[in-house]
C-alpha cells in the first residue's frame, strides 16, 4: 500500500487550482482495460472500465493525469457462432465518463479510434471489427496457389489437404484480454478547471553530474547495425541507468515479455503466427549489434498477431553511473508486413515517427513505480530524418530519453485478476464453422476474379508508395524541450 500511495502522489502530486483549460476535440486518450471483453460470451450494456496510461498535456499543463479511470458501456456484441449469419465478430464500446485521482468525474463524447497493436480494426464510427477466418496471410496464399491450378482437381485436393495439414484454423471471434490498450479520440472538447503536477526528477543535481551524463551520452554509438550485413538500422533513443534485473522485472510489471531468441523453432513458430494471425507474444527479433555487440535483452509487447508490436532491443555499455550498468535501447513499433521489393522479402512496416515509441516506453516504465528519475536529452548530432536497414524513412526530433530504474521489487500494476470467459464454443462448432466458412470463402474472396483485382490494388500501392503508416503522435510523460544547439564542444561528437 505504502508503493501504491507514492506511485499516486508521483504521478498526480497535488490538485493546483488554475483557469478552466480545454482538451480539444480530437485529442487521442490511451487506455488500458481493466476487464476483459470477447464476443462470444460479453454481453451488451456491461460497464467497461479503462485506466489512461499516458498524460494528456496542453501547452505544458497536465490536464488528465496518468491513473484516471475511464468507464463506459459496451453497447454492441456481435458474434460469429456458426459462420451461417456473420463472417466476422464485432463490438462496441461508448465511452463516457473520465474519473480523476481526486474523485471527481466528468462527462465525455469521445469515439475509440484504434486497439494497439490488434489484428482487428475499427472503423469510422468507432466498432471493433473482427477479421475473417480465413483471412490469414497463409490461407490467401493457398488460395492463390489453389486458383493457379483450377483447371485440375487432384492438384486441387493435394493443396486442399497440405493447407488443412500444416496450418491451423484462427479462432476469429474477437477476445481482448485484461491489460489490452485502445486509443480513444474525444470528438467534443472538454474543459477541466484543474492541472495535475509530475515530479519525476531529473537525473543531474549538480553540474558535475549533469557533464557526466551529457558526456557519456555524447560518447555512446547512437545507431544499430544488423548483424549480417552490417547496414545502419535503428537508432538508440533510449538509455537505462541501473541493473538489467531491475529492467527485467519493470518491462514485465508494464505488459512486455522478453522476446525468444531466433532459431529454427521459434522460426518456425513465428511463421505460423503470422500465417495464422495468431499471438506469439514473445516472437523473435531480427539480430543487430551496437559496437559490433549483439543486444543482452530483447523486449516486446503484442496483443494477437506478429505483424504489429512494440519492442526494443537492449545494449549493455561500458559506463557506469553511480554504480550501476548503463544499458542503451533501440526502440520502433511494428504496424504490419509487406512484400519489400527491394530487398525481396517480407518486411515489418514501422512507425516512422520513432518518438512515438519512446514515449510509450517512458509512459509505461514509469506507471510501474521502477523509475527514480528521468530526463530527455538532446543530440544535435543525429539526424531527425533518416532511414532504417530495410531502406523505411523515418523521423525523430533527436532526443534520447534517460530512465534511472529502481530495484522495482513491488511494482504497481493495473491489471486485476479476472475469471477466463469462454472465447469460442466447443470443437463441435468450430469445425462446422471452418466448413461452412471455407466453402463460402472459395465462392466469394477466393475466386481468380477477386484475387487478381486485390493484388492489382496491392501493387498500385505499392507503386505509388500509400503505406505510409505513421501513427498520431503519442503524449509523453517527460516533456521535450526546445532543440538545443549550443551544447558545449565537451559534449559534441568528434
Excluded at 84 to 103: C, E, H, I, W, Y
Amino acid at each position: 500500500m505504502k508503493r501504491i500511495g507514492c506511485i499516486l502522489l508521483w504521478l498526480a502530486c497535488a490538485a493546483l487550482a488554475a483557469p478552466a483549460a480545454e482538451v480539444r476535440s480530437g485529442t487521442i486518450l490511451e487506455l488500458r482495460l481493466q476487464q476483459q471483453l470477447t464476443s462470444y460470451s460479453s454481453k451488451p450494456g456491461s460497464e467497461v472500465r479503462a485506466t489512461l496510461i499516458a498524460p494528456v498535456r496542453v501547452n505544458g499543463d497536465t490536464l488528465l493525469p496518468m491513473g484516471s479511470t475511464v468507464r463506459g458501456t459496451l453497447s454492441e456484441v456481435k458474434r460469429i457462432g456458426w459462420g451461417l449469419k456473420n463472417l466476422r465478430a464485432s463490438m462496441r464500446v461508448d465511452f463516457d465518463t473520465v474519473q480523476l485521482p481526486d474523485g471527481t468525474s466528468h462527462d465525455i463524447k469521445a469515439r475509440l479510434a484504434a486497439v494497439d497493436n490488434a489484428r482487428e480494426s475499427v472503423d469510422e464510427t468507432g466498432k471493433i471489427v473482427g477479421i475473417r477466418a480465413t483471412a490469414p496471410m497463409g490461407y490467401r496464399a493457398a488460395g492463390i496457389a489453389r486458383n493457379l491450378f483450377f483447371w485440375d482437381p487432384l492438384i486441387q485436393v493435394v493443396l486442399a489437404g497440405t493447407t488443412a495439414a500444416v496450418l491451423n484454423f484462427p479462432e476469429a471471434e474477437i477476445h481482448f484480454p485484461v491489460g489490452t490498450e485502445m486509443q480513444l479520440r474525444l470528438t467534443e472538447p472538454l474543459d477541466l478547471d484543474t492541472t495535475w503536477s509530475t515530479p519525476l526528477p531529473k537525473l543531474a543535481t549538480t553540474e558535475e553530474s549533469r557533464k557526466q551524463i551529457l558526456n557519456q551520452i555524447r560518447a555512446m554509438t547512437w545507431r544499430t547495425q544488423t548483424k549480417t550485413s552490417a547496414k545502419p538500422a535503428d537508432i538508440v533513443n533510449l538509455v537505462f541507468l541501473g541493473d538489467p534485473e531491475w529492467l527485467e522485472r519493470a518491462f514485465s510489471a508494464a505488459g512486455w515479455s522478453e522476446a525468444d531468441r531466433l532459431t529454427k523453432s521459434t522460426g518456425w513458430k513465428t511463421f505460423h503466427s503470422f500465417a495464422e494471425a495468431r499471438p506469439y507474444e514473445k516472437a523473435p527479433m531480427s539480430p543487430m549489434t551496437l559496437d559490433e555487440n549483439p543486444a543482452s535483452l530483447q523486449f516486446s509487447k503484442s496483443l494477437n498477431n506478429y505483424s504489429r508490436r512494440h519492442h526494443l532491443r537492449v545494449f549493455n555499455q561500458a559506463e557506469q553511473w553511480n554504480g550501476h550498468p548503463v544499458l542503451a535501447a533501440s526502440s520502433t513499433q511494428d504496424l504490419a508486413i509487406t512484400v519489400s521489393f527491394s530487398n525481396r522479402r517480407l518486411i515489418h512496416v514501422i512507425d516512422r515517427n520513432i518518438d512515438n515509441e519512446r514515449a510509450k516506453i517512458v509512459n509505461d516504465l514509469v506507471y510501474t513505480g521502477c523509475v527514480d528519475a528521468a530526463e530527455i536529452i538532446h543530440r544535435p548530432w543525429v539526424p531527425t530524418n533518416t532511414e532504417v536497414a530495410t531502406g523505411e524513412q523515418i523521423q525523430t526530433d533527436g532526443a534520447v530519453a534517460v530512465l534511472e530504474i529502481n530495484p522495482c521489487r513491488n511494482p504497481y500494476r493495473t491489471l486485476p485478476g479476472e475469471d477466463p470467459m469462454a472465447v469460442s464454443g466447443g470443437w463441435w462448432q468450430r469445425l462446422g464453422r471452418q466448413v461452412v466458412l471455407t466453402i463460402g470463402n472459395d465462392f466469394t474472396f477466393n475466386n481468380p476474379i477477386y484475387q487478381a483485382g486485390k493484388g492489382t490494388q496491392f501493387l498500385l500501392r505499392r507503386a505509388l508508395k500509400k503505406e505510409d503508416r505513421t501513427q498520431p503522435v503519442r503524449a509523453s510523460l517527460l516533456p521535450v524541450p526546445e532543440r538545443q544547439t549550443d551544447l558545449s564542444p565537451a559534449v559534441l561528437p568528434d
